[in-house]
């Protein structure tokens, strides 16, 4: 234990600390990008922000300094319905923790206040209404406090999209304690106006602001175009009747039909809307955080708070009203780091449906435009050929550094494409002839040469592009239309009813001086797994019977991760599990052995696959020092294994990263001097001709340039020409 102390102090031997910690309580050997300043500049009294996607590790970021600091550390959130399961989380390592809040009565929470003023716990959780209590806050200002964090930070700014007033006047009844400790504001989703907000209100130096951006790597992002999508949902969740996964819907009745038809079809499907009574709606959640049932369908009531750590995937039964919403419900999946996929479902009829549901709202009317507005950039999300991922951090304006992903429906495309410049030049010169004044439903009747009475009053059956595209349908041609909007060559304006006009890339497309390519491929299949599912499912299920018995829910016990961490290395001993992601040595003393026995007896009656030796890896390798050298660590321990002789696939099954990470941290170590056997990755011919499509181009993303050279040159031999020859930073 320790009183905060000044920044000289934070060197290395605290920040080895805060790595033992780490490892001894929380399993990891090593922090993921952010954690380690934001712990610096808590450890040090410099209140920080920090802006980290969701499951990239928020609670880490106060737990650790928490642990570290004298007297109880706040952390106030907005979700109640989270609150309970961080509390288990951190009791279920041995940490005393405890939350204050409504759900309790009042015997309870005076039994906890009397708890918290004689120093019992070590973290506390409240919401914020909680600091409305004279007796509360009496009590805050008379013991120690280790720290104070503000989870969903967002919520406290006035340009939030989940702006809760309560939460705002938070801070200045805080600012009533004589001896206000550090403060550390959390939040996932920041734009720039309330990153500004939020340093204003907690006075936090820009110095102290660690953004890491919003792209979670750990997620495949497909758009799928189809009529038949119950068809579709069925044979996906048939395929991964182990996982758990949310169905989301656009409406009550959407998730109704859903739910019968799946139930009727004997899944194990729960659901979730506001038409349910409370009580349903509870037993719905509790079964489906509880792994009584796999499958949630829900509409968007269903989420806030909602913190299972293991869903494998985000199913949109449609499209929905915005990206803003696609993006925060798409990213419930996967926030234990584990590969997961986030599937849109797309039919043009959705976007009648969406516009339906906007001009239903009772929203204002300039609120309304905003809403059509947003409605168009999600739109044309499900018409894009580009990468996804990277299209929804261009929508953020986020900072990062794009790569694409090479995982999602674009990105694992085939290859096929057509030349589709001719068509496009139809589309163009047609809207350019009707004036550039109407929608893509009367420019696809003018193309296919309908005799509709609008066309005839218009007189656009006079016109030289009348039928010229008639060997279409019209649905095909408005999808085409679609797709020329979201690939840029269209505007579509931001109202109700969008008006077609042309951009500047539409006149270069006219006068041929640019080309239109659309995929015409299928999208790859899904990659295999690295272990013995059977094993997997057996823990899974041993897993949710300790849950059962401690009334936790069974994330709490292990992640998913772990899970597979135990099925990849078949340890046999409390050693070999130790080495493991997400086992340190509070969760074995509680855990491990119910957890060794089942894995003795599958090695048992089981030829045991060659074992990657996960031990030797950490510990043979430079440990980390220092805040500075937290990325090298972890690219060098990648580089060894390499020099090693591991194939790259080896080393990110290994160390649970993707293979993209592994190049990553290979490409690093060689360019930071490491001797790197470049002609691994490319030959002289292929690095002259990438050298020369890149000098050629001003197009800094890696699409067009793949696009721009011959077959069979990877994502990955690009990636490493343009990094040795220093046209792309790592
Ligand atoms: P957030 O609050 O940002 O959504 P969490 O704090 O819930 O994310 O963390 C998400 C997951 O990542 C948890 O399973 C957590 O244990 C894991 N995690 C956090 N830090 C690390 C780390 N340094 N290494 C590996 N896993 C980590």
């Known amino acids: 234990m320790m009183f905060p102390i000044s920044d000289e102090k934070v060197g290395v031997a605290m920040f080895k600390e805060a790595t033992d910690l780490l490892q001894e309580y929380f399993g990891y050997d090593s922090f993921r990008p952010g954690q380690d300043s934001v712990i610096q500049y808590t450890l040090s009294s410099h209140n920080s922000l920090a802006i980290m996607p969701t499951g990239g590790g928020k609670s880490i970021c106060y737990q650790i300094p928490g642990l570290m600091l004298d007297g109880t550390a706040i952390v106030i959130s907005p979700l109640i319905s989270l609150m309970k399961d961080q509390v288990d989380a951190l009791t279920s390592l041995g940490i005393p923790a405890t939350y204050i809040n ?36 009496n009590t805050l200002s008379s013991i120690p406090l280790a720290l104070i964090a503000f989870d969903e ?103 109704d039909q859903l739910y019968d038809r799946l139930e009727k079809a004997g899944l194990s499907v729960t659901k979730y809307h506001a038409g349910l009574s409370e009580d349903k709606r509870k037993q719905a959640q509790q079964a489906f955080i509880n792994e009584e049932k796999l499958l949630m369908i829900a509409t968007n009531a269903f989420g806030m708070g909602i913190d299972k750590s293991n869903v494998r995937y985000v199913i949109h039964y449609s499209m929905p009203m915005n990206i803003e919403s696609y993006y925060q419900e798409a990213g419930r999946a996967g926030r234990d780091g584990e590969q997961s996929d986030c599937i849109l479902l797309f039919s043009r ?21 905003q809403e059509y507005k947003k409605l168009q950039a999600m739109t044309n999300y499900c018409h894009t050929s580009s990468c996804l991922p990277t299209f929804i951090l ?46 893509a439903g009367l420019v696809a009747k003018v193309l296919k040469g309908s005799s509709d009475k609008k066309v005839k009053s218009f007189r656009f059956d006079d016109l030289t592009t009348y039928g010229l595209m008639r060997q279409y349908t019209e649905k095909e041609i ?80 292990f992640s998913d991760a772990t899970l597979k961490e135990i099925c990849r290395y078949l340890p046999t001993s409390e050693q070999e599990m130790l080495v493991l992601k997400g086992v340190g040595a509070k969760k074995f003393e509680q855990y491990g052995e119910i957890f060794l026995e089942p894995v003795s007896a599958w090695l048992e009656t089981h030829e045991a696959p060659p074992r990657p030796p996960a ?25 060894q294994a390499f020099i090693d002789g591991k194939t790259i696939a080896l080393i990110a099954a290994e160390r649970s990263i993707t293979e993209r990470t592994v190049l990553t941290h290979l490409l690093k170590a060689g360019k930071e001097g490491q001797p790197l056997d470049w002609s691994l990755f490319f030959n002289e011919e292929e690095e002259q001709t990438i050298i020369e499509a890149r000098t050629d181009s001003d197009e800094q993303k890696l699409k067009p340039l793949k696009e721009a050279l011959p077959e069979g040159y990877t994502y990955d031999m690009i990636r490493a020409v343009l990094v040795k020859n220093g046209f792309m930073e790592v």
């Not at 500004?196 to 006075?203: E, G």
């Not at 497909?222 to 991964?240: A, E, G, L």
């Not at 001009?359 to 009317?365: C, K, R, W």
Request: proline content about 3%.
């Open 478 to 557: 408005t999808n085409f239309i679609h797709f020329l909007v979201a690939e840029g060559y269209l505007d579509a304006g931001e109202d109700r009813f969008p008006i077609l006009k042309l951009t500047t890339a539409a006149a270069d497309v006219l006068k041929g001086q640019i080309q239109v390519w659309m995929k015409t491929g299928v999208v790859k299949s899904e990659a295999q797994t690295d272990y013995d599912e059977a094993l997997f499912e057996e823990l899974r299920q041993l897993r949710r019977q300790v849950a059962e018995e401690k009334a936790v829910p069974p994330y709490v016990i």
């Open 102 to 137: 409504s759900s309790l009565t009042q015997a309870e929470q005076d039994d906890r206040l009397q708890q918290l003023r004689k120093g019992n716990y070590q973290f506390l959780y409240i919401a914020p209404e909680r600091l409305e209590s004279a007796a509360f806050m």
């Open 153 to 255: 930070a967002h919520c406290i700014s006035q340009w939030g999209h989940d702006f809760r007033p309560s939460y705002r006047s938070v801070v200045a009844t805080l600012k009533q304690i004589p001896s206000l400790p550090v403060m550390v504001a959390l939040t996932a989703t920041a734009t720039k106006e309330v990153i500004q907000d939020i340093q204003q209100l907690l006075n936090i130096n820009p110095n102290y602001v660690v953004n890491t951006g919003f792209a979670r790597n750990n997620l495949s992002f497909h758009v799928v175009t189809r009529q038949d999508r119950t068809d579709y949902i069925s044979q996906y969740v048939r395929n991964r009747q182990y996982d758990s996964g949310i169905i989301y819907t656009a409406t009550r009745k959407q998730a």
């Open 349 to 369: 009829q959705d976007i009648q449906l969406q516009k339906f549901l906007i001009e239903q709202s009772n929203l204002e009317e300039h609120k309304k435009a």
């Open 394 to 439: 261009d929508y953020f304006q986020d900072p990062s550094e794009r790569i694409d992903c090479g995982s999602c429906s674009n990105c694992q495309h085939d290859g096929e494409r057509a030349d589709r410049t001719k068509e496009a030049q139809m589309v163009l010169s047609c809207v350019k002839r009707m004036g550039e004044r109407f929608g």
């Open 615 to 639: 031990a030797s890896v950490s510990s043979a390798l430079p440990k980390k020092e220092s805040s500075s050298s937290t990325g090298e660590a972890s690219h060098l321990v990648s580089y």
